[in-house]
C-alpha cells in the first residue's frame, strides 16, 4: 500500500509527489502517456524537439526574490533559482486594429503605453493595480464574479478592457465569453505585474529536474499505466484499477486529471458529468525558419492579436479554427546570456482557438488535409499584425485538439480544464483530491503551487 497515488504526470502531480516525498510518504505517480509533463510536454519530429505547451513560463521574479509564486515554489520544493535557468522576456505586445500596448516584466511600461494611447484611463488603470494588491485569489466569496463587470467599474473605455483581458484569458481561462474576477486577479498578477521567463533548454529542463528530485527522493513514476476507475466504499476511495487490470491502493488519492475526468473514473458517480467539461480547445502552429526572428525584424517575445476592437473568447463552432484572434510567440525572443548562445532554428509559433468535434471527427487523410488548410490560413491571419515570414520557413508542425486531448486526457481537449474550479481541491470522497486546472491555478508555475499547497493542505494531514 501506497500512502498517496496521483493521477497525471503533469508539473502539479510531479510537485505534489515531491513534496509528499521529502515527508517520507510512499508515493506513486501513474501516467497514462509514455512521457511526463501533460500539456506542457515536447515530441521529437525530423530530428528536432517541438514542446507542446511552453510558451512561457509566468510569474517570473528575478533571482533573489522573496516573494511571489515562484519564490515560493523553490522554497517549498528545495530547488535552486539555476536549477529552473529562467531567462526574462525581451517584450510583448497587445495588438488591436489601429493600437498596440507593449509590456515587459515591469509593469510601468504597460501603465506609460496606457496613458499614452488611453490617456483618461490613466489614474483609473492605477485604481485597477491598487485593487489587486490585497485580493485573496482563493476567496470563494468573490472568485466566480465577472470580471467584466468588476474592471467596467474602474476602466470605462471599453478597447481598453477588451485589450487588458485578451491575454489574461489567452494564458487562464476556461470560461466562454467572461472571466471569472479571482481568475482575472490570478493572471493579471502572473502576465503583467510579473512576467514571461522561459528556460534555454525549453520545457524537458523543469520536467527533468522535477523527475529527478522525485526518484531521487524515492518516487515511483509509473509511465503507460493509464486509471481506469477508482473503487469507492463508504464514502472514500479504496483503490485503483489500472487499464491492465492491475489493482493499486493507498491512504489517499490526488488526481492532476481535470474534476469532470476524475468524477468519471469513481464507482460511485452514475450521472453524466460531461456538460462540465470545458469547451475551449487550440490548435498551434510551429514555423521553423532559416533565420532568427529578429533578422526579419520581429523582436517581440509573445504578440497577443485580435483583428476587432471586441475580443471573442469562445468555442468557434461553425469552423475548426477561430482565426480572428490568436498568439504569436517566439522562443528565440528572450534576454538570453551569450554564453548561452542562440537556439538552433528561429521559430514562430501562432496559437488559435479551435473546435474539437470538427478535428476529432476526421479520418487520418482528412485530418492530414484539415492541418496544411488551416496552417496556411492561420499564418496568414497572424502575419497581420508582424513581419511576414513565410518565405523563411525550412519546416512545420502544427498540433490541434487531438494532439491536446492525448496528451492530458482532458475531454473536448479543453486546455484549462472545466469553467467551474475547485479552489480547496476536494472531492465528494474524504481521500480523493484534485490539483492542477481544476483547483484554479494554470501554467507552469501554477501548476507546480497547485500540488505544493494541496499535499499541504490535505497529503500531509492524517
Same mark, same amino acid.
Request: proline share 4%; aromatic share 10%; glycine share 8%.
Given at each position: 500500500?501506497?500512502?498517496?497515488?496521483?493521477?497525471?504526470?503533469?508539473?502539479?502531480?510531479?510537485?505534489?509527489?515531491?513534496?509528499?516525498?521529502?515527508?517520507?510518504?510512499?508515493?506513486?505517480?501513474?501516467?497514462?502517456?509514455?512521457?511526463?509533463?501533460?500539456?506542457?510536454?515536447?515530441?521529437?519530429?525530423?530530428?528536432?524537439?517541438?514542446?507542446?505547451?511552453?510558451?512561457?513560463?509566468?510569474?517570473?521574479?528575478?533571482?533573489?526574490?522573496?516573494?511571489?509564486?515562484?519564490?515560493?515554489?523553490?522554497?517549498?520544493?528545495?530547488?535552486?533559482?539555476?536549477?529552473?535557468?529562467?531567462?526574462?522576456?525581451?517584450?510583448?505586445?497587445?495588438?488591436?486594429?489601429?493600437?498596440?500596448?507593449?509590456?515587459?516584466?515591469?509593469?510601468?511600461?504597460?501603465?506609460?503605453?496606457?496613458?499614452?494611447?488611453?490617456?483618461?484611463?490613466?489614474?483609473?488603470?492605477?485604481?485597477?493595480?491598487?485593487?489587486?494588491?490585497?485580493?485573496?485569489?482563493?476567496?470563494?466569496?468573490?472568485?466566480?464574479?465577472?470580471?467584466?463587470?468588476?474592471?467596467?467599474?474602474?476602466?470605462?473605455?471599453?478597447?481598453?478592457?477588451?485589450?487588458?483581458?485578451?491575454?489574461?484569458?489567452?494564458?487562464?481561462?476556461?470560461?466562454?465569453?467572461?472571466?471569472?474576477?479571482?481568475?482575472?486577479?490570478?493572471?493579471?498578477?502572473?502576465?503583467?505585474?510579473?512576467?514571461?521567463?522561459?528556460?534555454?533548454?525549453?520545457?524537458?529542463?523543469?520536467?527533468?529536474?522535477?523527475?529527478?528530485?522525485?526518484?531521487?527522493?524515492?518516487?515511483?513514476?509509473? &509511465?503507460?499505466? $493509464? !486509471?481506469? @476507475? =477508482?473503487?469507492?466504499?463508504?464514502?472514500?476511495?479504496?483503490?485503483?484499477? %489500472? #487499464?491492465?487490470?492491475?489493482?493499486?491502493?493507498?491512504?489517499?488519492?490526488?488526481?492532476?486529471?481535470?474534476?469532470?475526468?476524475?468524477?468519471?473514473?469513481?464507482?460511485?458517480?452514475?450521472?453524466?458529468?460531461?456538460?462540465?467539461?470545458?469547451?475551449?480547445?487550440?490548435?498551434?502552429?510551429?514555423?521553423?525558419?532559416?533565420?532568427?526572428?529578429?533578422?526579419?525584424?520581429?523582436?517581440?517575445?509573445?504578440?497577443?492579436?485580435?483583428?476587432?476592437?471586441?475580443?471573442?473568447?469562445?468555442?468557434?463552432?461553425?469552423?475548426?479554427?477561430?482565426?480572428?484572434?490568436?498568439?504569436?510567440?517566439?522562443?528565440?525572443?528572450?534576454?538570453?546570456?551569450?554564453?548561452?548562445?542562440? &537556439?538552433?532554428? $528561429? !521559430?514562430? @509559433? =501562432?496559437?488559435?482557438?479551435?473546435?474539437?468535434?470538427?478535428?476529432?471527427? %476526421? #479520418?487520418?487523410?482528412?485530418?492530414?488535409?484539415?492541418?496544411?488548410?488551416?496552417?496556411?490560413?492561420?499564418?496568414?491571419?497572424?502575419?497581420?499584425?508582424?513581419?511576414?515570414?513565410?518565405?523563411?520557413?525550412?519546416?512545420?508542425?502544427?498540433?490541434?485538439?487531438?494532439?491536446?486531448?492525448?496528451?492530458?486526457?482532458?475531454?473536448?481537449?479543453?486546455?484549462?480544464?472545466?469553467?467551474?474550479?475547485?479552489?480547496?481541491?476536494?472531492?465528494?470522497?474524504?481521500?480523493?483530491?484534485?490539483?492542477?486546472?481544476?483547483?484554479?491555478?494554470?501554467?507552469?508555475?501554477?501548476?507546480?503551487?497547485?500540488?505544493?499547497?494541496?499535499?499541504?493542505?490535505?497529503?500531509?494531514?492524517?
Amino acid at each position: 500500500m501506497y500512502d498517496t497515488i496521483i493521477i497525471g504526470a503533469g508539473m502539479s502531480g510531479l510537485a505534489a509527489g515531491i513534496r509528499l516525498a521529502y515527508y517520507e510518504q510512499k508515493v506513486c505517480i501513474l501516467e497514462r502517456h509514455y512521457t511526463i509533463g501533460g500539456l506542457n510536454s515536447f515530441y521529437r519530429l525530423n530530428g528536432r524537439d517541438y514542446d507542446v505547451g511552453l510558451h512561457a513560463v509566468t510569474n517570473f521574479t528575478p533571482k533573489g526574490a522573496k516573494k511571489g509564486p515562484l519564490a515560493r515554489l523553490l522554497k517549498q520544493l528545495r530547488f535552486s533559482w539555476e536549477e529552473f535557468a529562467l531567462v526574462p522576456q525581451i517584450g510583448s505586445a497587445i495588438s488591436f486594429p489601429g493600437v498596440s500596448l507593449k509590456f515587459d516584466n515591469n509593469i510601468e511600461l504597460l501603465a506609460s503605453e496606457v496613458a499614452r494611447d488611453f490617456p483618461h484611463e490613466r489614474d483609473n488603470f492605477r485604481t485597477l493595480l491598487g485593487k489587486l494588491v490585497d485580493y485573496d485569489d482563493l476567496s470563494p466569496e468573490t472568485f466566480t464574479l465577472s470580471a467584466r463587470e468588476v474592471v467596467g467599474q474602474i476602466i470605462h473605455d471599453p478597447l481598453l478592457i477588451e485589450m487588458l483581458l485578451c491575454p489574461l484569458m489567452w494564458y487562464g481561462n476556461a470560461r466562454e465569453h467572461d472571466m471569472d474576477w479571482g481568475q482575472f486577479c490570478i493572471m493579471f498578477r502572473s502576465v503583467y505585474l510579473e512576467g514571461f521567463a522561459r528556460p534555454f533548454a525549453g520545457v524537458r529542463l523543469i520536467l527533468k529536474n522535477l523527475v529527478r528530485k522525485f526518484r531521487a527522493l524515492g518516487g515511483e513514476l509509473r &509511465l503507460r499505466s $493509464g !486509471v481506469s @476507475r =477508482i473503487k469507492v466504499e463508504h464514502g472514500r476511495a479504496v483503490g485503483i484499477v %489500472l #487499464d491492465s487490470g492491475e489493482e493499486l491502493t493507498a491512504k489517499r488519492y490526488l488526481s492532476s486529471a481535470g474534476m469532470v475526468e476524475t468524477l468519471r473514473l469513481c464507482d460511485d458517480v452514475v450521472e453524466d458529468v460531461s456538460p462540465k467539461a470545458g469547451r475551449l480547445s487550440f490548435t498551434e502552429t510551429v514555423s521553423v525558419l532559416d533565420c532568427q526572428p529578429q533578422e526579419i525584424d520581429f523582436d517581440r517575445t509573445i504578440v497577443f492579436y485580435n483583428d476587432s476592437d471586441k475580443f471573442h473568447w469562445q468555442k468557434p463552432e461553425d469552423e475548426f479554427c477561430d482565426v480572428r484572434t490568436g498568439v504569436i510567440c517566439s522562443p528565440n525572443n528572450y534576454a538570453y546570456d551569450a554564453s548561452d548562445g542562440l &537556439l538552433p532554428d $528561429g !521559430v514562430i @509559433r =501562432i496559437t488559435t482557438l479551435a473546435n474539437f468535434d470538427r478535428w476529432a471527427n %476526421l #479520418d487520418d487523410d482528412a485530418y492530414l488535409q484539415a492541418k496544411l488548410r488551416w496552417y496556411d490560413r492561420t499564418v496568414a491571419s497572424a502575419v497581420r499584425f508582424m513581419p511576414d515570414f513565410r518565405r523563411h520557413v525550412i519546416d512545420y508542425d502544427m498540433f490541434t485538439p487531438r494532439t491536446i486531448r492525448r496528451f492530458t486526457w482532458h475531454d473536448n481537449g479543453a486546455v484549462y480544464g472545466a469553467p467551474e474550479k475547485q479552489l480547496d481541491g476536494t472531492t465528494h470522497l474524504a481521500n480523493l483530491f484534485i490539483s492542477g486546472t481544476d483547483q484554479g491555478f494554470v501554467g507552469i508555475i501554477g501548476g507546480i503551487v497547485s500540488g505544493i499547497s494541496i499535499a499541504n493542505q490535505h497529503l500531509l494531514r492524517d
